[in-house]
C-alpha cells in the first residue's frame, strides 16, 4: 500500500466525484487545476460505456477539466480490450450505445447484427438506451446457443441531476438471471480496469492514488491494484456506509469532497515534517573505551 509522500498522481472517477447531472460539482474544475500546477498527474476511469471516449473528453472538457483522450479510460474501452485480449477473431453481439460500439470496432471486433444473434460467439454488454423485451430474447438465445458473455460493468445506480438513475447493472442481471450464467465484468473494480487507468496516468501503483465515491467499484478496485485510495462522500456512498465498510472495501482516507484534497495534502507534507528526523539534531558522543 502506498504512503501519501510518495503521491504523484490521482485516478479520479467522474459521476459523483468530479460532476453530477452533466454538471461539475462547486470548485472541482479549479482544484484539479491546482493539483495539476503542483505537479500532480491525473487521469479519469468511468465505468461510463455510452458515451465514446472522445465524447467524455468534450464532456469533461465542457465542464472546464482539461482532459484529453490520453487521460480518459471508459468501461466500454476495457471491455473491448479485454474481448480481444480473451476472444480474438469472435464473432460479437454487442449490446449497448456508441461508446461501445466504437470501442469494440476500434479493436478489430466482427459485429454480428440483430438478425445474426443467434451466431454470435461472444456478446458484449453495456448500457442499452433502448433495452426491451426482444433485446433480452437475443442476447439470450445467442448465450443459450453457447456464446460467452462479457459485461462493462455491473453498476446499479448513476448520481443524476435529480438523485441517481439505472446504471448497466439491472439490464446485465436480467441476461444472467435468465440464462444462468454469469458475465465476465471489465470495467470497475477489475484488474483491466485499474491497469489501463494506471497506463493513462503513467504510473506505478505505488505512485497513485484513486479518488472515488463507491465502495464497491472504486475503493475495491484501489486495494486490490494496490493504489492509495481515497472515497469522497459526494456520490452513492454516505460517511455511515464508510464507517461500517469491511476490510477489501476500507478506504485508506475518507473526505467530504475532491475540493477537500490540495488541504489534505497540506496536512500530510506537515505531519511528515515532523516526523522527519531533524538534521541539526546533535549525535550522541561516542565514549571512550
Known sequence: MPTPSGLAGFIFDIDGCLARGGHALPGVPETLAALRQRGFRCAFLSNENQRTRAQVVDKLNGMGIPATTDDVVTAAIVAAEVAQELHPGRQVLAIGAE?????????????????????????????????????????????????????????????????????????????????????????????????????????????????????????RMGQEAGLFTILVLTGATSAAEAAAAPDGLRPDQILPDVNSLPAWLEGQAIRLAKEAPRHDEQRPVSQPV
Not at 506505478?204 to 472504486?218: F, K, M
Open 99 to 219: 461508446g461501445l460500439l466504437e470501442a469494440l470496432r476500434a479493436k478489430g471486433a466482427v459485429l454480428v447484427d440483430s438478425a445474426h444473434a443467434a451466431e454470435a460467439d461472444l456478446v458484449v454488454m453495456g448500457k442499452d438506451p433502448g433495452f426491451s423485451q426482444k433485446t433480452l430474447e437475443l442476447v439470450c438465445q445467442a448465450i443459450w446457443n453457447g456464446a460467452d458473455f462479457i459485461a462493462t460493468n455491473l453498476d446499479a445506480k448513476v448520481p443524476a441531476a435529480a438523485g441517481f438513475i439505472p446504471a448497466t447493472g439491472p439490464m446485465v442481471k436480467a441476461v444472467a438471471y435468465a440464462t444462468g450464467k454469469e458475465p465476465l465484468v471489465c470495467g470497475k473494480p477489475s484488474r483491466w480496469a485499474a491497469q489501463m487507468a494506471l497506463r493513462a496516468l503513467g504510473l506505478r501503483p505505488e505512485a497513485g492514488a484513486v479518488v472515488g465515491d463507491t465502495l464497491e467499484q472504486d475503493i
